[in-house]
């Protein structure tokens, strides 16, 4: 069996979530919180800065968790993640894993805060689509299971953080979130 190495088949995976009663702009800054994702994403355990400004595109963060079986004698999974793009004007970033313990090979992934339909005030959707080497010991289809479920959670946590302010605008949640690093 000839392998060729150079036109080897990439996964790709793509699944959202509406956010009801929460804007686009409601919900970026929540997104955007790079260093802090741990609080939209429970089955992470803890998630900090390791480089960088939280935000600022080339910052990388440390994330660790159980939701994906790491490979190796760990039982907690790990990956450093770095900021490649951000824009605020369309709400969306990407990152890449620059070094993980879960066999993810040129991981890149992009999350993105989208209009639900013309009318804003019911909600946005939240979009998160990532490109992989196969990953051994998975399925694309198991793969992208978990992301369909995580995509649900991390909507649902930020309908409740909205929530629990009440409908402050985009400026007061950054605040918000400088002033407590919610």
């Keep these: 069996m000839e392998q060729d190495s150079h036109h080897h088949h990439r996964w790709e995976g793509k699944v959202s979530a509406r956010v009801r009663n929460v804007t686009k702009a409601q919900a970026w800054p929540l997104v955007k919180d ?3 994702i741990h609080k939209l994403f429970p089955t992470l355990v803890t ?9 600022d595109p080339g910052c990388i963060r440390y994330c660790a968790g159980f939701s994906i079986p790491s490979n190796g004698p760990e039982s907690v999974s790990w990956s450093k993640e770095r900021l490649i793009a951000v824009d605020d004007v369309d709400f969306w970033l990407k990152y890449e894993i620059v070094e993980s313990n879960i066999g993810y090979n040129s ?7 989208l209009s639900d339909n013309d009318d804003e005030s019911n909600g946005c959707m939240l979009e998160w689509s990532f490109v992989v080497d196969p990953v051994q010991g998975l399925e694309l289809e198991e793969l992208v299971r978990k992301y369909r479920v995580a995509v649900q959670v991390i909507g649902q946590k930020i309908e409740e953080e909205i929530q629990k302010f009440g409908k402050c605008n985009f400026e007061e949640l950054t605040i918000l979130i400088d002033i407590f690093g919610l």
Aim: overall charge neutral.
């Design 107 to 113: 991981y890149e992934s992009t999350m993105k805060v």
């Design 34 to 36: 790079f260093f802090n």
């Design 47 to 55: 998630c900090y800065g390791l480089h960088g400004s939280n935000g």
